[in-house]
Every structure is written in C-alpha cells, then in structure tokens.
C-alpha cells in the first residue's frame, strides 16, 4: 500500500493547498501519470498550476470531490469549471472503482433543457470565466442551443418572467419600425440578461441564433443593444473590436430588418474610431443598398477631422452609388423618388457651406438621375444658396451649375424669380425667360371642356 505523501499544490498564484497525493492520484489520471515515477516514500511535493480552469475555487471543489470517495454535486454554478477541471486533470477512468467526474458532469448536461433561464444564465455567465479552457465543443454548443432555443420558444408563445421583463421595453427602440415582424417585450426580455457576455461568448450565442434561424429583425436588434452597451465603457481598441464584430454579424442578415438608424449610428462611430476599412464597407454596402429608408438627420454625418467641409459628402456619394448600382435591376420607381427628395432637402442642407467645393456641390446634384425628381425647385432654392454665399465663382463655373438644371421642371413662380436672380449667369436667366413665354397657358381653358 502506498506511503501518505503531503502534496503542495499552488493553484495559479491564487491559494496554496496542502493534500494527500494519493487520495488524488486515485482519481487523476494526470497525476498518475506525473508521479508514477516516485518511490512511495514519504515524500513532501509541490505541483504549481499555472493555468487550472476555475482557478482556486475550482481546485477546492475538486479536492472534495476525492475527499467525498467521488462525489459532489454538482450545480448550474459549477457544472462548467468541475467538466474542465475534470478533463485537465483526466478525471475520465474508472480506476479501481473510482467514480469518474468527466461522465458524472456530461450526465449533468444532459439535464439543461429542465433548467429555468436563471440557471442558464448563470452556467453561460460561469463557462466564459474560464479564461485558458473551455468545455467540449459538442457540450458546449448543446447549452447554447437549449439558451437560445428557449428564448426562440418564449418569445413566439407566451411573456416569460424574467429580470429583465421590468426593463425590457426601454431596448425595444432598436428593433426598426419598419421591420416585418411583430416586437414587443416578448421579443426582447433576455437583452439585459445577455448584456454580460465577453466578446468571445457573444459570437459564439450569435452564431448559434443565425444556426437555429432565430428572427433576424431580434439578432440584428440585440447586435445594436450590445453595441450600445459594451461602448460605453470599453477602451478604444475594445470597441473598434466590438463594431468590427457586429458590423461582421450584421452583414449577414436580412438588412431590411434592421434600424437604419442604428446602422447610421455604428458607421458615424466607426468613422470616428477609424475601425479597418472592410468594415466600414460592409456598413456602407448595408446602408446604400437601402438609403430610401433614411431621413435627412441620418445623412447629416458630419466631416472627418482635419476636413474643412461641414459634413461628410464624399459618404452620401457613396451611398448613392451603392444604392443606384445594387438596385439598377429591382429598384422600384417610388423608391427612386424617395431618395431624391431626401437627397434634395441634403443639398438644401449643405448648400450653405462656404468650404464646399462645386465640384462636390455638383456631383450632388446630379447623383441621382433625372427622371427621379418630379420639379427641380428644391435644386434652384439649394443653388441659389450656394452661389450666394460662393460669390467668387467665375463665370465658367457658374455657367456649369445652372446647366444641370432642368427648367421644364421648374415651377412658373420658380422660373420668375430664376428670370430676375443677379447671381446666376446672364444665359440662366435669358433660358428662364425663354422657358416662360414657351410654357403652355391653356391648362384652364383645357379643364373647362370637361364641364
């Protein structure tokens, strides 16, 4: 029979335990292994874990565990770290009779469907503590499926009681309007409950919801919530990281289920962190392809630093571009005048701008195709600013200003005040004439034959 022998073991920096080495080598097959070299003198040993999963505390549930001949129980706060614990230290023989620790936690898995959410969040928030070790990937992407299979049940039959149901409603803003889906609280209880995770467990519980064909209109909103979030207190690079991550999941989803506003928010912040230029593609690819959703307030980003431009129009071009490129095929007229009256009021926005040049003024103007705008009178208005407060323009570049307008789409009073406006050309206001006394004057005479 083997000698007592005292075993010091130093727990990751954190706790030094003092216990018998064969009670535990009877269990672990990791320490079998190392000490089966020893004569079985009465020896004092000390073993040093740099990296043991669950640390200290976890050890301690171990060492009961050997000291109770094989068993604890085991609970949703420590079924993870006792399966890792028992997996480094190969607790997964049955040596001599000994109960094995590996097979007792896989038992215990298989139990997570009865859990109650708390539990569930209290495992998921356990497991992501263990920093260097992780459980199976089988095991784990089974307690994933049974979290966000329970939130796919609750959320499409009943309101499940939660701790987050009292503050649920505050997130809902995130999930657009515009949406096809029905949101309520129902939809967005488990936001606050999930708002803990790191970044590694929150890709892996949204790749499980995309897996499991979760709504796309709640992923793509608790994406925007945990952004929000996670932001507010996270360092420069671990937002960057952040964004980076979202804007990936975000990507790959249905875009007309999202808030366009939350995309706008992630893009302005993205700009400004100067997150890597994939990302900002991808954002950029999201917004344009479906711009007709956006207001005005979502257009106005303001200039990048440095820039003395006001806002950020070399953006809105690129928006436009994305938008009359992706959709050149399937785009629907009323779409392609909703995003020219947008565009239009822009224009009259940044006309203004003493630092915006008129090539950019311009390529405004002409980004959208004419058939797009029923009257030109916002462009004459957003023009007429801008030569006002551009009044050093040279003939020639005026001249190329007042030829992107179409004067069949100007207004009678429009075309008046155009007749009579010093600061276009002398030829803009000679064509404003012209395009007056041509104009039909019988629109009266024709709708009274129909009485």
């Not at 607790?91 to 109960?99: A, L, S, T, V, Y």
């Not at 875009?255 to 900002?280: A, E, H």
């Amino acid at each position: 029979m083997e000698n007592f022998c005292l075993l010091e073991v130093d727990v990751n920096g954190q706790e030094i335990f003092l216990v018998d080495k064969t009670i535990l080598t009877s269990f672990s097959g990791r320490l079998r292994k190392l000490f089966s070299k020893l004569t079985g003198k009465t020896i004092r040993l000390k073993l040093i874990f740099d990296k043991f999963p669950g640390g200290a505390e976890c050890f301690e549930l171990v060492v009961k565990f050997c000291y109770n001949g094989g068993r604890i129980k085991i609970t949703p706060f420590n079924m993870f770290q006792l399966h890792c614990a028992a997996n480094y230290l190969e607790m997964n023989q049955e040596m001599q009779g000994k109960p094995n620790l590996v097979e007792q936690t896989i038992s215990f898995f298989q139990k997570t469907h009865y859990m109650t959410w708390s539990e569930l969040i209290i495992g998921l928030e356990n497991c992501q503590e263990l920093i260097f070790f992780k459980p199976s990937s089988s095991l784990l992407q089974e307690f994933l499926d049974c979290v966000v299979g329970r939130l796919e049940f609750h959320y499409i039959s009943s309101p499940f009681a939660s701790s987050s149901d009292s503050s649920s409603m505050q997130f809902s803003g995130d999930i657009s309007t515009e949406s096809r889906g029905i949101y309520t609280s129902q939809a967005t209880w488990w936001f606050a409950d999930l708002g803990f995770l790191n970044l590694n467990m929150f890709k892996k519980i949204i790749e499980t919801m995309i897996r499991n064909k979760l709504d796309h209109s709640v992923i793509s909103s608790f994406l925007f919530y945990y952004k929000r979030v996670k932001c507010s207190s996270a360092s420069l690079v671990q937002k960057c990281r952040i964004i980076e991550t979202v804007t990936e999941f975000l990507s790959s989803l249905d875009g007309s289920f999202m808030s366009i506003r939350g995309l706008f928010d992630i893009l302005q912040l993205s700009l400004t962190l100067k997150v890597n230029k994939c990302s900002i593609g991808k954002l950029e690819q999201l917004i344009g392809s479906q711009i007709d959703r956006a207001k005005l307030d979502d257009l106005l980003i303001p200039s990048p630093a440095g820039e003395k431009v006001a806002y950020n129009v070399n953006l809105i071009l690129r928006l436009l571009d994305i938008f009359l490129s992706n959709s050149r095929e399937k785009i629907l007229m009323y779409q392609l005048k909703k995003v020219a009256e947008l565009i239009d009021l822009y224009i009259m926005e940044v006309a203004p701008d003493p630092c915006l040049k008129p090539s950019k003024f311009l390529a405004l103007v002409m980004a959208m195709p004419d058939i797009a705008r029923e009257s030109n009178d916002k462009i004459y208005l957003a023009m007429d600013m801008y030569l006002k407060v551009h009044n050093g323009l040279s003939e020639e570049e005026k001249i190329k200003m007042y030829s992107v307008l179409n004067y069949d789409k100007l207004r009678e009073e429009t075309l008046k005040d155009l007749a009579q406006n010093e600061s276009f050309p002398t030829c803009a206001l000679f064509k404003a004439q012209v395009t007056l006394q041509n104009r039909p004057r019988y629109s009266v005479t024709r709708t009274s034959n129909f009485f």
